[in-house]
T-cell receptor, first 111, second 116 residues
Framework: KAGVTQTPRYLIKTRGQQVTLSCSPI?????VSWYQQTPGQGLQFLFE???????NKGNFPGRFSGRQFSNSRSEMNVSTLELGDSALYLCASSLYVGGYTFGSGTRLTVV | EDKVVQSPLSLVVHEGDTVTLNCSYE??????LLWYKQEKKAPTFLFML????IEKKSGRLSSILDKKELFSILNITATQTGDSAVYLC????????????????FGKGTLLTVNP
């Protein structure tokens, strides 16, 4: 079966712009969570959605937002990009507690 | 604040060696501890541990959880060059007791390099 699909794979944006990343979970998985990975901070939790509702949110500024659609696909948006937002953004889908499958991520570079 | 600490941060060994990676944690509303292997981008699942003292094994890899002392170890025996990767420990917790708002808190990872 298809895995977790993230698009685009790579993205280069300029400071001040906004960006939208997409995540399609494994078919049947209703939970999607997002993580930011940087060399200094490692993997940090951004937010988690289940059945179109945000259930949990990490300690990131309000410039980071997300949503989930009725087909469980999720998007995250970062507005007013800063250089420090350069990172690998990973999403994970889950059918049950503990069963997280990660996508290959979107590499965002802010210049 | 939830915290997961892995040690060592990096390790260089020769093929055939046995390695032990450590993970200690302090989280509220613990649900499970997970180990992942990350080679390029997508972390790939290795183990999920929920009960103390029960060893999980998969080939040359094994892991165990101690919920009293709040730590887990990942063992790799007879290492191969293909084991070279970052090994991530993550703890799953919920926002409140019995709640459904789950999240993973990751350690910084252990970079394992296996030389031929």
């Amino acid at each position: 079966k298809a895995g977790v699909t993230q698009t685009p794979r790579y993205l280069i944006k300029t400071r001040g712009q906004q960006v939208t990343l997409s995540c399609s979970p494994i078919s049947g998985h209703r939970s999607v969570s997002w993580y930011q990975q940087t060399p200094g901070q490692g993997l940090q939790f951004l937010f988690e959605y289940f059945s179109e509702t945000q259930r949990n949110k990490g300690n990131f500024p309000g410039r980071f937002s997300g949503r989930q659609f009725s087909n469980s696909r999720s998007e995250m948006n970062v507005s007013t990009l800063e250089l420090g937002d350069s990172a690998l953004y990973l999403c994970a889908s889950s059918l049950y507690v503990g069963g997280y499958t990660f996508g290959s991520g979107t590499r965002l570079t802010v210049v | 604040e939830d915290k997961v600490v892995q040690s060592p941060l990096s390790l260089v060994v020769h093929e055939g060696d046995t390695v032990t990676l450590n993970c200690s944690y302090e989280v509220t509303n613990f649900r499970s501890l997970l180990w992942y292997k990350q080679e390029k981008k997508a972390p790939t699942f290795l183990f999920m541990l929920t009960s103390s003292g029960i060893e999980k094994k998969s080939g040359r890899l094994s892991s165990i959880l101690d919920k009293k002392e709040l730590f887990s170890i990942l063992n790799i025996t007879a290492t191969q060059t293909g084991d070279s990767a970052v090994y991530l420990c993550a703890v799953e917790s919920s926002g409140n007791s019995g709640g459904s708002n789950y999240k993973l808190t990751f350690g910084k990872g252990t970079l394992l390099t296996v030389n031929p």
